[in-house]
């Protein structure tokens, strides 16, 4: 359902209050419709005598919109490079565990993979 965007009738609403007040919800409301509503609306705006339409950017993106868009967001802090060569060295570790002997991929399983300490590994393997 969408919202009425019409600014309420304060008088109506607050009859003893002074106009000063009035004046000040007015602004209020208006100020909130402003950025709830106008900074977010795309507007075409046409010139009879010119016979031109002119298309209004929106000033603000709203994130449900750019996802209807399609727009492809991307970190900044990330560095495509840095987790190319992160992966590959990954898969090289990963082969090398086939050339371990049974004890160090035991070894390498329980630090690594469960989270042991040294010592509790010690302590399993009764050394």
């Given at each position: ?9 304060y ?40 016979q ?29 490079e ?25 070894l ?20």
């Open positions: 359902m969408a919202k009425e965007r019409r600014i309420p009738n008088r109506k609403m607050y009859p003893e209050a002074s106009e000063e007040v009035i004046a000040l919800l007015r602004q209020g409301e208006r100020k909130l419709l402003y950025h709830e509503y106008d900074l977010k609306v795309e507007k075409f705006i046409v010139d009879e005598e010119k031109k339409v002119f298309f209004i950017q929106s000033k603000e993106d709203s994130l449900e919109r750019l996802i209807e868009a399609d727009v492809q967001f991307y970190d900044e802090d990330t560095n495509v840095e987790i190319a060569i992160k992966a590959v060295m990954i898969n090289k570790l990963l082969e090398g565990l086939k050339y371990l002997t049974k004890e160090e991929h035991e390498i399983t329980a630090l690594f993979y469960e989270g042991m300490t040294e010592r509790e590994s010690a302590e399993i393997k009764g050394l």
